[in-house]
């Protein structure tokens, strides 16, 4: 049976690289994106080279490097200011052949966008997943067309993933991190000379540069599940969690707009899938792989994801014999980097001093090694090479 239809259940950046990948290797596709517009949430994403490498696959990486904010060195320092350690940016660039792109989420989705033919997105779309399907039978779905079948179904339906619940209906699902995020963008009068992140005791607050003069800024506490500022004013919350940390976090959190400062729980898939896919299903991004941010590869994992599974496909090919390879590619490292980010997640989480004072003098010592040596350490990440798609830019 060949693969005549593909429908993306999601319109985020999973579902739309998706959609793009799969548009590229010649197969017909179609997003079904429950909101009623594509403005997404989130206020900024770095793009790390690993992800960077697959957008270039897909014809639309220079555009998006070109809207990056270069800056010369990042660092992590103390909430006193004092530095902890510091990287010089053209040293990781002579190691991994590229940058870390930090940009806004709305211009990845317009370029992701930009790129597919018109009329593939549909949004206010909810679709729903009915059957997985088989190798004899396609999955079927649940449209407000009414019911639809499809020879490929990528669920990219977020962490929530209704298709997820469906097709493994006995795993535990997401579980709470401990942790809480603010996010916003603002315009300061100056770019800031200090960019990278702060560790408290429990608590980290990041900047980093987008831009025409803009910059991200966000935080991350350990909070119960679900709290939420009294007032409902987030950015007093902010202010009154990170008010006496060092410039220029609070300067940057004070020039937010209340009404414009996201907040959210971060819950992650801590116990991996059994699998990556079902029948003709394939699950893509947070509905397979949920992580915490601490190390930003969320984003860049699910552009993988995007890349691999449509690599394996070809307008002549079925998806019930191929996917079995993507969970086989996709498993095994999604889970790796899933543990690896709550494993930063757990330094972040301490809070008693003896605890934070070692991490710290542990973070500084770390910090006087060579460049290379420290960049070493994140090579299986970033280094990362996609596979060739047909057609592709």
Known sequence: MGLHQAIVIGGG????????????????????????????VGAGLALAPNALRSLD???VGARLRALAAPHPAVGLRHPSGRWLARLDTTAFEARFGDTIAAVARADVIAALVDALPEDTVRTGSPATLVTPGSATEPAVLRTADGEETADLVVAADGIRSATRALLFPRHPGPRYSG???WRAVVTPDRRPAAVGEVWGRGRLAGVVPLA????????AALAPAGERAADGDERAELLRR?????????QLFA?????RVLRHDVWDLADPLPAHHRGRVALLGDAAHAMCPFQGQGACQAIEDAVVLASLLA????????LPAYTAARLPRTTAVVAASRRIGDLVALRSPAATLLRDTALTLTGLLPARTLLNRSAAT???QPPTLGGAG
């Open 212 to 219: 025409d003069g803009r910059v991200y800024v966000y935080g």
């Open 315 to 322: 307008p002549a090919a079925d998806p019930a014999a191929a």
């Open 255 to 259: 020039l937010a707009e209340p009404e």
């Open 242 to 250: 990170f008010g006496d940390w060092c410039a220029p976090v609070p």
């Open 57 to 59: 696959r897909l014809g």
């Open 13 to 40: 950046i999973g579902g739309l690289t998706a959609a793009l990948a799969l548009h590229r290797q010649g197969i017909p596709v179609r997003v079904h994106e429950r909101a009623e517009s594509l403005e997404p």
């Open 179 to 181: 942790f809480t995020t």
């Open 382 to 384: 970033f280094n990362w």
